[in-house]
């Protein structure tokens, strides 16, 4: 099992900015693949960014150049730093992991993912 807590979630204005965290336990992080997904109440949850096991990422088109996504195995942490934030990037922001998978570092859905966070909300005012 593999247990994680998301923090860092709050209120921001337009172009603000907010680091996420989210803190795994339960298995060696370095084996995990890390992933952030976000939902709006009534909507799917939607794929935001994702890291694999080593230093590969990878984004979601609509946060793409504003939203940066790490790793500290030494921490068992991943982050989220959020700049440049719209309106629309508010929703609860999910933290997921896996067992990192042979082959693929690529893992954009939400089936991919074994392990979810309770969640934080981060909210955009205009």
């Known amino acids: 099992q593999v247990q994680l807590v998301e923090s860092g979630g709050g209120l921001r204005q337009a172009g603000g900015s907010l680091r996420l965290s989210c803190a795994a336990s339960?298995?060696?992080?370095?084996?995990?693949?890390m992933g952030w997904f976000r939902q709006v109440p009534g909507e799917e949850r939607e794929f935001v960014a994702g890291?694999?096991?080593?230093?590969?990422?990878y984004y979601a088109d609509s946060v793409k150049g504003r939203f940066i996504i790490s790793r500290d195995n030494a921490k068992n942490t991943v982050y989220m730093q959020m700049n440049s934030l719209k309106p629309e990037d508010t929703a609860v922001y999910y933290c997921?992991?896996?067992?990192?998978?042979?082959?693929?570092?690529?893992?954009?859905?939400?089936?991919?993912?074994?392990?979810w966070g309770q969640g934080t909300q981060v909210t955009v005012s205009s």
């Open positions: 997921a992991a896996t067992i990192a998978p042979r082959g693929s570092s690529y893992l954009p859905k939400r089936v991919s993912y074994d392990y």
């Open positions: 339960g298995r060696t992080f370095s084996s995990l693949a």
């Open positions: 890291i694999s096991s080593g230093v590969y990422t």
